[in-house]
Nanobody, 121 residues
Framework: QVQLVESGGGLVKAGESLRLSCVAS????????MGWYRQAPGKQRELVAA???????NYADSVKGRFTISRDNAKNTVYLQMNSLKPEDTAAYYC???????????????WGQGTQVTVSS
């Protein structure tokens, strides 16, 4: 069994910062890419930022220069540092991991349960 658990969401004012964390646990052999997605009410889920196992990153245009994704492979954890938050960043944020499970062939995609980020103007 594998679980991804996010934390760090909350209510902040525009211009403030938040740091999201996501810990993957369970029968994990290795983790390839990890990423953060978000979904606002009435909108489709969208990629916010992603990081490969080697540390290469990519970001949605809307967050470039404000958000930073990083990971700690020893802790199976991915972070999202969000600075200069805007009301349009308000959404549920979901962690995603592409991983290999111990004893099970193949790669599998897992999602966390989501953490809410609300930015007031």
């Amino acid at each position: 069994q594998v679980q991804l658990v996010e934390s760090g969401g909350g209510l902040v004012k525009a211009g403030e910062s938040l740091r999201l964390s996501c810990v993957a646990s369970g029968s994990i052999l290795s983790i390839n890419g990890m990423g953060w997605y978000r979904q606002a009410p009435g909108k489709q889920r969208e990629l916010v930022a992603a990081i490969t196992g080697g540390g290469s990153t990519n970001y949605a245009d809307s967050v470039k220069g404000r958000f930073t994704i990083s990971r700690d492979n020893a802790k199976n954890t991915v972070y999202l540092q969000m600075n200069s938050l805007k009301p349009e960043d308000t959404a549920a944020y979901y962690c995603n991991a592409d991983l290999v499970r111990a004893g099970i062939p193949g790669r599998y995609d897992y999602w966390g349960q989501g953490t809410q980020v609300t930015v007031s103007s």
